[in-house]
T-cell receptor, first 111, second 117 residues
Framework: QKEVEQNSGPLSVPEGAIASLNCTYS??????FFWYRQYSGKSPELIMS????GDKEDGRFTAQLNKASQYVSLLIRDSQPSDSATYLC???????????FGKGTRLHILP | GAVVSQHPSRVICKSGTSVKIECRSL??????MFWYRQFPKQSLMLMAT?????????EQGVEKDKFLINHASLTLSTLTVTSAHPEDSSFYIC?????????????FGPGTRLTVL
């Protein structure tokens, strides 16, 4: 069974520090990787997508992908209290448009 | 860009009634729409995948006769919860994928909170 694994947290990070969120996946055929942010009571919001090995930066967010290790991460620099949310890692199944979500990591930025 | 709307945002109904939820992609064409359900403090659970003009593909354990999905156009999909019961109370979220970003990038609607009394 294809799986996406995340530490459920909560991960507590001081304001201004770097938050590091990690995700592993089981399907070696996966080609597309996504990070979503979900505030309590709200629907998920796409933060970043990444398709190639290496780093991809967008503002304070950096996604890192290592297909050999089947590992994808999200770094949030200069963490703000507004970054406190659940972060969902999502990976495509490798053969169609369906993506598999991890259970999410709760991030808490300490003011 | 990539805006997905859902209507209604919140609905309260009596047990035994049917509820229809609409999902629309406002600024792109959605070849595929997905319906998820999320219980409090739980992860997203995919219910079904629908492609425009085709029958929906339901995940294991999801009753297709209870959760009717119609994807009649490239911008609209509907989910009808038939004969709703209190255990159907949940947060229902649609997402759409299509000609915005990669074909497997899903953009989520704001969700519909269903409460069945």
């Amino acid at each position: 069974q294809k799986e996406v694994e995340q530490n459920s947290g909560p991960l507590s990070v001081p304001e201004g520090a770097i938050a590091s969120l990690n995700c592993t996946y089981s399907d070696r055929g996966s080609q597309s990787f996504f990070w979503y942010r979900q505030y309590s009571g709200k629907s998920p919001e796409l933060i970043m997508s990444i398709y190639s090995n290496g780093d991809k930066e967008d503002g304070r967010f950096t996604a890192q992908l290592n297909k050999a290790s089947q590992y994808v991460s999200l770094l949030i620099r200069d963490s703000q209290p507004s970054d406190s949310a659940t972060y969902l890692c999502a990976v495509n199944e490798g053969r169609d448009d369906k993506i598999i979500f991890g259970k999410g990591t709760r991030l808490h930025i300490l003011p | 860009g990539a805006v997905v709307s859902q209507h209604p945002s919140r609905v309260i109904c009596k047990s035994g009634t049917s509820v229809k939820i609409e999902c629309r992609s406002l600024d792109f064409q959605a070849t595929t729409m997905f319906w998820y359900r999320q219980f409090p403090k739980q992860s997203l659970m995919l219910m079904a995948t629908s492609n425009e003009g085709s029958k929906a593909t339901y995940e294991q354990g999801v009753e297709k006769d209870k959760f009717l999905i119609n994807h009649a156009s490239l911008t609209l999909s509907t989910l009808t919860v038939t004969s709703a019961h209190p255990e159907d109370s949940s947060f229902y979220i649609c997402s759409a994928a299509g000609d915005r970003g990669s074909t497997d990038t899903q953009y989520f609607g704001p969700g519909t909170r269903l409460t069945v009394l």
